[in-house]
Nanobody
Framework: QVQLVESGGGLVQAGGSLRLSCAASGRTFSSYAMGWFRQAPGKEREFVAAVSRSGIKRYNADSVQGRFTISRDNAKNMVYLQINTLKPEDTAVYSC?????????????????WGQGTQVTVSS
């Protein structure tokens, strides 16, 4: 089992940057693929980025390609989401998730563990 706690959200102006962090508990962090998802008010949860267990495979949603970068540090049980050139439409609650699957999965059903999320608000 793994517990996830996100941090790093906040209010930022359009064009700015943020780095979200997700701290994972447990001794088997490197067994989990990790992902970031976001949910804006009134909208369904949306896949953002994923990274494989080793960190070698990464996958971004088309909507964030070139602006968002996911990374992980297995020695520290951490996963990060670097967000650049923020846009108002990036406003959402961002959650990290862990899944005992291979590759960099994009579907919510492939993830068994979720954090509570961190709010990102982008002002225009």
């Amino acid at each position: 089992q793994v517990q996830l706690v996100e941090s790093g959200g906040g209010l930022v102006q359009a064009g700015g940057s943020l780095r979200l962090s997700c701290a994972a508990s447990g001794r088997t962090f490197s067994s989990y693929a990790m992902g970031w998802f976001r949910q804006a008010p009134g909208k369904e949860r949306e896949f953002v980025a994923a990274v494989s267990r080793s960190g070698i495979k990464r996958y971004n949603a088309d909507s964030v390609q070139g602006r968002f970068t996911i990374s992980r540090d297995n020695a520290k049980n951490m996963v990060y989401l670097q967000i650049n050139t923020l846009k108002p439409e990036d406003t959402a609650v961002y959650s990290c998730a862990a899944g005992l699957v291979a590759g960099a999965p994009t579907r919510t059903e492939e993830y068994g563990y979720w954090g509570q999320g961190t709010q990102v608000t982008v002002s225009s």
